[in-house]
């Protein structure tokens, strides 16, 4: 019996020593009830996750890559851009002042107003760092405050505390607040800083190319070649039938388009383009309006466990666009501009 007893104490203290651990926010030892492989700490806040393993860095290798395929994309962009501008006016300026001098100089500033703000606000996405967070102290008891680290998470790429609505982003090498994707084609992550710039840049590109759809079929239907349809007027078009009569009509078209100048076919490629990359930037668009509708980012949804925890509703967009809070009240009514001003509030506390 007197051998059994140190028996079962060694067994009760390795029980209990596998419930206590501590909590990387703080330094303090925490006891808990059972076993948890994700807990809280109730002083500091700081959330633990024992499922995550150590992350090796990326190899050297691995990281050129990223930067050359993001630099590839940022500089084809940009071409693109500048490219569509040149192209663009050099190929509709003739035509448009021909009709007008007035269309000619709307056309000009039309187009220099739609430059403008195109490649403002893609350098504010692409060069303006997308969201870094707040240093925060943490590691040792006496500085680490009470829910001063409320719901972080700790960064195994960067060694630091990450705040709740951050994520790591390996080709920027940070953690990003709000971070909702990273872009390859801006060559930067966009975040909490940079998202307003970069629906910006979308709502432009997508005006400025139905803008250009809309010159470059203008300016081709006016520098087009005449057609010329054989057998249309013979006496055989009658016994052709609808479907004789399109072949004859597309016939046409082609015979046209070797007759076609550089200009005319500079208009062909602007026009089709255009419509192509405003169809893809439009979807994309109505995405990233969808997510911001719903008070959530896209990595965010991709997470079941943050997905869905915001409030849906049109003032997530008045607010994401900083309207002032009398627009707020205007379009949302007083008495919901004043509860959702006090929910705000509150989780701002």
Known sequence: MDEEAPEEEHCNKSVIEDFETACWGCGLRLHLASYAPVFKCGWCGAITDRN?????????????????????????????????????????????FSVSYFCGVFHCTVTAILS??????????????????????????????????????????CGK??????????????????????CPFI????????????????????????????????????????????????????????IGTMKLIAAALADSTLLLSARGLVLIYLAFASSSVEIGISVLLMQQLLFIYKG?????????????????????????FGCPYSVFKFLLGSANAVKLQQRLSSKLL
Not at 58 to 64: I, N, P
Not at 172 to 180: A, F, G, P, T, Y
Not at 191 to 202: E, P, Q, V, Y
């Open 296 to 320: 959530n980012t896209y990595i965010n949804s991709l997470s079941s466990e943050n997905g869905g925890n915001e409030e849906r509703g049109c003032h997530n967009l008045l607010r994401f």
């Open 116 to 157: 403008i703000i195109t490649i403002l606000s893609f350098y504010l996405a692409a060069f303006r760092p997308a969201g870094t967070q707040a240093n925060v102290q943490w590691g040792s008891y006496p500085v680490v405050g009470k829910g001063s680290l409320e719901n972080y998470t700790f960064c195994l790429y």
């Open 52 to 96: 995550q393993s150590v992350r090796k860095p990326d190899s050297v290798c691995f990281s050129r890559w990223r930067r050359l395929r993001d630099g590839f994309f940022v500089g084809l962009l940009f071409l693109f851009i500048i490219f569509v501008i040149c192209a663009g006016v050099w190929a509709v300026y003739p035509v448009v």
């Open 187 to 242: 060559g930067n992550c966009v975040g909490a800083a940079n998202h307003r710039s970069f629906i910006a840049f979308l709502i432009s590109v997508v005006i400025s190319c139905t803008y250009v759809a809309a010159m470059s079929i203008y300016a081709g239907y006016h520098v087009w070649p005449p057609l010329e349809y054989k057998y249309l007027t013979s006496s055989r078009s009658s016994s052709l039938g609808a």
């Open 161 to 182: 505390p990450k705040s709740p609505r951050s994520h790591h982003c390996r080709s920027c090498k940070i953690c990003v607040l709000d971070m909702d994707h990273h």
